[in-house]
């Protein structure tokens, strides 16, 4: 059996990802590097143990790599296909009646994104609020933490990788909002955030930093 784990929403496509794999003889491939011959030594080769093998092969599709469908649904074996983001419809069809799992992170997160900058507070905690409620403070955190190298990167001119013109667009607008050294400043809080949580220097929550540091936009 063929299953597609793709979608933006990684820590939630990992963490099927990882229970799938529970109790299982995993062999994994790197879908930019693969090739034939490994994939078929993968897929046909008898399990060490005597039972039943489980390929994993992320990162496969994203590299339109159409030519490997047809020796995947052969496959003698489970096979499971992770992927970071959305992958597009021809490949989703070359995998035939395979289980497919798209996991999107839901609008209210980019909502939330979107609202970073000043003068903002209000909306911008509000839309906080309501995006915990389907995702933690630390995937909301490794957000932000995206966010804020998007547009550094777009402030200083260089357009950041796998974004779509529109997205460029929405991330430069967001960036006049700032200045170079006002994003460099909230990039460092972010990070001296991280450092605090993870040595436990800090008396507080996670959510509790981060909606401090949305009131300090």
Known sequence: MITLLHGDDTTASRNELNHLKNGREVR???GKTLTDTMLV????????????????????LSGKKL?????IKKAPTDVILWESKEVGVANVKSLGSANIQLFKIPIALFQFLDSLHPGSVK???VLFQKSLTTHSPELIFTMIVRRLRQLIQVADG???EGLQSWQVS?????ARSFTIDGLTRLYRKLLDMEYSIKTGASPFTLKQLLEQYIIDL
């Open 158 to 160: 260089v357009t950041p």
């Open 41 to 60: 030594q993968a897929l046909e080769s008898n399990s060490l143990f005597g039972g039943n093998t489980l390929v994993v092969i992320e990162n496969l």
């Open 67 to 71: 030519k490997f469908a047809e020796i």
């Open 170 to 174: 929405r991330l430069t607008s967001q």
């Open 123 to 125: 909306t911008t905690l």
């Open 28 to 30: 994994q491939l790197n």
